[in-house]
């Protein structure tokens, strides 16, 4: 069992910089692979980056590629989302997901209360 507490959201003009934390509790953090996902008003949630137990298998979603850089820290047992270049077509609420080694986009098994990411023009 993993539970995910995401923290960061806010209000942020276009072209600002966020940072989104997802602190998780539970055995075996490190084996876990991890993501970020996001749903805006009236869409379906969509993936934006995961991160499995290295650097070496991180995966982004095309529209975030250069912007957002996804990160863990297994001391801390927390995985981060930095946010920059932001679009008005970022705001969402997103949402941590953790999943086991190795997982796909749709294998992802636990998932965060969300936090609110509003990007204005």
């Known amino acids: 069992q993993v539970q995910l507490v995401e923290s960061g959201g806010s209000l942020v003009q276009a072209g600002g910089s966020l940072r989104l934390s997802c602190a998780a509790s539970g055995r075996a953090f490190s084996l876990w692979s991890l993501g970020w996902f996001r749903q805006a008003p009236g869409k379906e949630r969509a993936f934006v980056a995961g991160?499995?137990?290295?650097?070496?298998?991180?995966e982004y979603a095309d529209s975030v590629k250069g912007r957002f850089t996804i990160s863990r820290d297994s001391a801390r047992n927390t995985v981060y989302l930095q946010m920059n270049s932001l679009k008005p077509e970022d705001t969402a609420v997103y949402y941590c997901a953790a999943g086991p080694p190795g997982a796909t986009r749709s294998d992802y098994k636990y998932w965060g209360q969300g936090t609110q990411v509003t990007v204005s023009s």
């Open positions: 991160i499995g137990r290295s650097e070496g298998s991180i």
